[in-house]
């Protein structure tokens, strides 16, 4: 039997998209996201506890991530752990752990101002769940307001 990775987050983006490109057509955009769990302590406190995670975006959506993610916005994305492994310098060895997403999508508010809810969907009329080829070229974000898919889990 095979496992499942999968990795559902909503969060917040701590700063612009990173991104490189390797050749014209294949580039990588990094960001960090904030997720935040609000709940009450056994002693009824408000607690918050934040986790930022690396997440990687590769071909069309590091492209639309270049052009319309920023600091600040609210973004649903769907993807797995991946988890990198090298040696540095000292002969340590050193590990580094990222979400490689699959699929994103830009909720809530501009961080500008105004009101936005767009979908980037790279999978260029195949199921959702498939993953994203990275030759293919992403369908642009759907900026009337209405999304995609219905069935976020929020």
Excluded: C
């Excluded at 014209?24 to 986790?51: M, P, S």
């Excluded at 991946?82 to 699929?103: E, F, H, M, S």
């Amino acid at each position: 039997m095979s496992g499942v990775n999968k990795v559902i987050l909503v969060g917040n983006l701590g700063a612009d998209p990173e991104v490189k490109y390797f050749d014209q057509d294949n580039a990588v955009a990094r960001v960090n996201l904030a997720t935040t769990e609000r709940y009450k302590d056994k002693n009824g406190q408000r607690q918050e506890q934040t986790e930022w995670h690396n997440v990687e975006l590769w071909g069309g959506l590091a492209k639309i991530a270049e052009t319309y993610l920023k600091k600040g916005m609210t973004i649903y994305v769907e993807g797995k752990i991946k988890t990198d492994q090298w040696t540095d310098n000292n002969g340590n060895q050193r590990y580094t752990t990222k979400i490689r997403a699959l699929n994103m999508t830009m909720l809530g508010g501009n961080p500008r101002g105004g009101e936005s809810n767009q979908a980037a969907n790279p999978s260029n009329n195949q199921s959702q769940a498939a993953p994203m080829s990275q030759a293919n070229e992403p369908e642009m974000p759907n900026f009337s307001g209405e999304s995609e898919s219905d069935d976020l889990p929020f």
